[in-house]
């Protein structure tokens, strides 16, 4: 079988085990005669299916009783619009930290619908690093982050304090791979297609007051009051994407749940960071202090270096380093999925490339 290791930044690489398994039931699902993809969502089975999901997605982030877990469609960037139209209720005011390229555009977006101050930024040194002050408006309807900064390789490592102010926070590339204290937070959002599962699927994870505030004018299937009052299957769900995100919640809870991915993940990271750190020739673009635990960004000092060390990494199915047009070079994302072979070879990969391309 012919698998490469996938650094792609979504759609990402998923657990071996939860595609074999998905592989085994493809056909026929538990003996029902059909694939998942073919039954109803009204059905026994994927009834029992889509309460799976919730509940292990809520003992793996320990979600407290008073949030509800919505299964939508639409994307991350879906979001960005659903947010404002659902959560700029009084003041019509919200806070944005503008830590990259998507929290760029949910700020764009959240405009559209009230006023948008900008908290922080980062954009003087194209999004390298997290901004450490920030200026909060105490009569914003919430504030937003981006937690992990996809494009740029940095992160959070420290959630802000907005006080009464409802925090919202995109998840997408670092849901899931470590502990995070829901209750910091009004609202999370994340598609699926890094450490969730297939593309298709949207998770959100609101707390249960903020829910019931869109405008009378709001399309239905931008309001979460209709997922949230019927159980997220107002109409048809991503059925299928549901079900591979059930598999991949297990498979999470089998290995421990998220301390033990946290340790993994931790490990991954640093094996990549210390090569880069220890390399003359490789550069990471982060800040040392905000660097990402899933995505790390790095460059060569010319093109025809990196083409080459691209070329050379594929050989060895080392697959999708290349780097987002924005930041050049190379992106590894080392989501939950990633195995720390994976890296290990990556590391292997570039100090032979190093030794072989010495100045
Ligand atoms: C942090 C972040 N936000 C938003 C998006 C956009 O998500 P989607 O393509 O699911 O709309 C991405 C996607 O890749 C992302 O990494």
Redesign the pocket.
Known sequence: MNRVYNFA??PACLPLPVLEQARDEFISYQNSGMSVMEMTHRGKHFEAIIHEAEELLRELLDIPANYKVLFLQ?????QFSMLPLNLMRASRKADYFITGE?AEKAAKEAAKFGTVNIAASSEDRKFAYIPKTWTLDPDADYAHI?L????FGTRFTQIPDTGAVPLAA?A??CILSEPLDVKRFGLIYA?A??NIGP?GL?VVIMREDLIGFAGPKTPVMLDYKTFAENESMYNTPPTFAIYMAMLVFRWLKSLGGLTVMQKMNQEKAKLLYDCLDASSLFKPTADKEDRSLMNVTFTLPTEDLTAAFLKAAEAQQLANLKGHRKVGGFRASLYNAMPIEGVRKLVAAMQQFERENHV
């Open positions: 930044a979504g639409g994307g991350a960037v879906m998507f981006n992990n900064n996809t494009i995109d997408s590339s598609g297609q890094k593309a949207t």
